[in-house]
């Protein structure tokens, strides 16, 4: 790989850097999944081969378990799922998603190899498995999945040493990356691409990783594997610098993102923002009125009473109860609003919550006003090119939209693509929407500094077509993108 290569980073083990200069938008690198698999959750209702969500879905009619869009998926995924699907026969069912992609795993490895291309930089024999930090319970729950695994594997396939299958189980347990849909807005499947084990972590990152289905047409390798991962860069990036990539979501407290690497991958993370606490007084403060600031007491309160009022919206948005959620919204609002600063945590999540279910209920003003609270602050506290920032920005753009507000709708929807366009790069399927998305606000708001009066007719029509509809049922749709690897509940 001529952008980078491997070395030892200082404190973390094995890194990657770059052997050249990169700036924000570039590819730095791209690799297909070695194996993937959809959740248990969602086996009926995404399709097994490219991992679309779609309505009406066919099942293979030998095991009765994987399901695909057509014949063309179908064939398309035969070559990953026909082992595992006269094992599923045999077994009776199927095991659980990370027996399968273990076992989908092992199966192309004993194939293939340990290095199926020459991109690949690493093999898995090489990757941590961490599992003599794991705790107790989590053994517990492994060891589990790896009894079930040997049941489940079938005897005239190649057989492993135990210790071997284990190994594979840990490096899936703490590299295994979320697979989203081809919008990338609902978390679909869990997929290993090895390159990306390789990328460190750093709270303020230098990259960012964005999964692209996008259309290879040219289907010429066995397997054509259309999940699809591309390192991005997110700034200039200079000769010999570590690549790296954020873990965990940057709107946490750099105590509790700590602790959520330490649980989940196993290190203490040292990284600038951590070792100074940087922003994280902007996270809890309070709001100043008129050179008043309140008190720090006043603040723990509103702060302690936020956090309990976010569980019961999270109950109230499960059992799908919209309106008790804006209700509780609204008391937080009145009782916290003038104590918290926009930049606190608790309350940028409060904007976020209510912003989604008013636009799902159809209050596009307020949607429209709380997305903008939730976006101005999410400038004062993010990378400029981060992922959430521009998907937050694009939700607030299509808010305005939708409530007749075309000067800051058109302003957001373009300030969401210059985002996204670093990020998500112009290929993607969002940024691609994005694009028709500006020119469409753009037209708009031209014709409404002409006439008003024909632009307000006009976007009634467009309204009742909906075009832009956004109208998804509000289900935290954006966490995919703020935790890359996939973790058990
Ligand atoms: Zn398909
Ligand atoms: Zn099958
Ligand atoms: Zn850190």
């Known amino acids: 790989m001529e952008n980078m290569a491997i070395f030892d ?4 083990g094995r890194g990657l850097k770059a052997t050249k200069e990169f700036w924000a938008g570039d590819v730095i690198f791209s690799e297909p999944s070695l194996a993937a698999v959809v959740f248990d959750s969602l086996a009926e209702r995404i399709c097994h ?23 063309t998926c179908q064939r398309a995924g035969w070559a990953e799922h026909k082992q595992e699907c006269s094992a599923i026969k045999a077994f009776g069912k199927a095991p659980n998603e990370s027996i399968r992609l273990v076992a989908r795993l092992l199966w192309r490895l004993d194939k293939e190899g340990s290095v199926v291309s020459d991109m690949q930089l690493t093999t898995l024999d090489e990757l941590e498995d ?24 079938p005897r005239s396939s190649k057989q492993h040493r135990i210790e071997e299958v284990s190994h594979i189980f840990g490096v899936v347990n703490c590299n295994g990356f979320t697979v989203s849909d081809q919008r990338g807005l609902q978390a679909v499947g869990v997929g290993l691409f090895p390159n990306l084990c390789l990328v460190n972590h750093d709270c303020w990152p230098n990259c960012t990783v964005i999964l692209n289905h996008g259309n290879q047409s040219a289907v010429n390798t066995l397997y054509h594997s259309q999940q699809r991962i591309e390192l991005r860069s997110l700034g200039k990036i200079e000769e010999g610098e570590e690549l790296t990539v954020s873990y965990v979501d940057y709107l946490n407290l ?24 940087i922003k994280d007084d902007l996270k809890l403060a309070g709001r100043e009125v008129d050179g ?15 956090f309990e009022m976010l569980e019961k919206i999270e109950k109230a948005r499960i059992r799908a109860d919209y309106h008790e959620v804006v ?16 930049t606190h945590i608790y309350l940028l999540r409060l904007w976020s919550t209510l912003s989604e279910v008013q636009a799902y209920l159809q209050y596009f003003e307020d949607a429209a006003e709380y997305a903008r609270k939730m976006v101005d602050g999410y400038v004062k506290l993010y990378h400029p090119n981060n992922a959430a920032l521009g998907m937050a920005a694009m939700r607030a753009g299509v808010n305005h939209w939708q409530a007749g507000l075309i000067e800051i709708g058109h302003a957001m929807v373009c300030k969401a693509y210059a985002i996204l366009m670093v990020s998500h790069g112009p290929t993607h399927p969002i940024t691609k929407d994005l694009e028709a998305m500006r020119m469409q606000t753009e037209m708009e708001l031209r014709m409404f500094k002409q006439n008003e009066y024909v632009y307000h007719s006009m976007r009634d029509a467009a309204l009742k077509n909906k075009p832009m509809t956004m109208l998804h049922e509000p289900k935290g749709v954006e966490e995919g993108i703020k935790n890359l690897f996939h973790r058990k509940k």
Not at 9 to 12: A, F, L, Q, Y
Not at 61 to 69: D, E, L, N, T, V
């Open 9 to 12: 980073s200082p404190g973390k």
């Open 49 to 71: 081969s490219c991992f679309r969500s779609q309505p009406k879905l066919q099942r293979c009619g030998q095991c009765k378990f994987a399901h695909y869009c057509d014949r």
């Open 130 to 153: 961490h599992i003599q930090d794991m705790e107790e319970d989590d053994l517990k729950d492994f060891k589990v999945d790896i009894h079930n695994f040997v049941d489940y594997w």
């Open 254 to 277: 750099s105590e509790e993102r700590q602790r959520l690497l330490k649980t989940q991958y196993f290190f203490d993370c040292t990284c600038e923002h951590c070792r100074d606490k």
């Open 292 to 306: 008043v600031k309140p008190s720090p007491e006043q603040v723990k309160e509103a702060t302690d009473y936020l």
């Open 327 to 342: 209700k509780i919204c609204r008391d937080s609002i009145t009782k916290t609003e003038p104590v918290l600063a926009d």
